[in-house]
């Protein structure tokens, strides 16, 4: 869907305010935009953030049609961002401004990670970590095995989108290996950080 399962909102918020800093202008990069919803939650936790957009799915920034039907479902704040590059995941380095290797603050997964392969997320998790300065931050579908059975949530095409599909589940021992660690859970959803190392400074 183009946006995410919203019992696990309130658990991104509270990471992300763990994280930035009052009153600073914290730049990010939303991977995977769909209705807009995670620049909601930025700004929620860092009002005066300057958030970039990558989407793969024209349609949902450039069709009228298609943006006023998922308008009409969830809600479009596309109005939020500082700027929309219509790209694949894995590829958002090619969109960094003046191809610095450490361009953005944060690097934001938003339900985004399970929509690719599990080698071009690997990728695009590398990618991440490499260009964020404070951190990178997932969120993505839960994956439970209960008496014997995996629980996994399954998702083909909306509004057209082939995209929308999920074709990877995540389990959180490969995240964990990644180095990312659980920093919250909805029902259905599950919030990763990547937390790089803060400089000490000495007065």
């Known amino acids: 869907m183009p946006y995410s399962d919203t019992t696990a909102h309130p658990a991104l918020v509270a990471a992300l305010k763990t994280m930035v800093d009052p009153g600073v202008a914290h730049t990010f990069l939303d991977c995977g935009v769909g209705a807009g919803w995670t620049a909601v939650l930025i700004q929620q936790a860092c009002p005066i953030a300057r958030i970039t957009g990558l989407e793969i799915y024209a349609p949902y920034v450039l069709d009228k049609a298609i943006r006023a039907e998922v308008e009409a479902d969830c809600g479009l704040y596309h109005c939020l961002y500082e700027s929309m590059v219509i790209g694949k995941l894995g590829d958002f380095r090619l969109f960094l401004p003046g191809q610095a290797s450490d361009a953005y603050d944060f690097v934001i997964f938003g339900d985004s990670l399970e929509h690719v392969t599990r080698p071009e997320g690997e990728e695009a998790l590398a990618a991440a970590q490499a260009v964020a300065r404070r951190a990178v931050v997932a969120v993505v579908p839960s994956v439970r095995h209960v008496e014997g059975q995996d629980y996994v949530l399954d998702q083909g095409e909306v509004f057209g989108n082939e995209h929308e599909a999920h074709l990877t589940h995540w389990w959180p021992q490969e995240l964990?290996?990644?180095?990312?660690?659980?920093?919250?859970?909805?029902?259905?959803?599950?919030?990763?950080?990547?937390?790089?190392?803060?400089?000490?400074v000495y007065r």
């Open 176 to 200: 964990e290996s990644f180095g990312g660690r659980a920093a919250g859970h909805g029902k259905f959803a599950t919030v990763y950080v990547w937390e790089k190392q803060r400089a000490v």
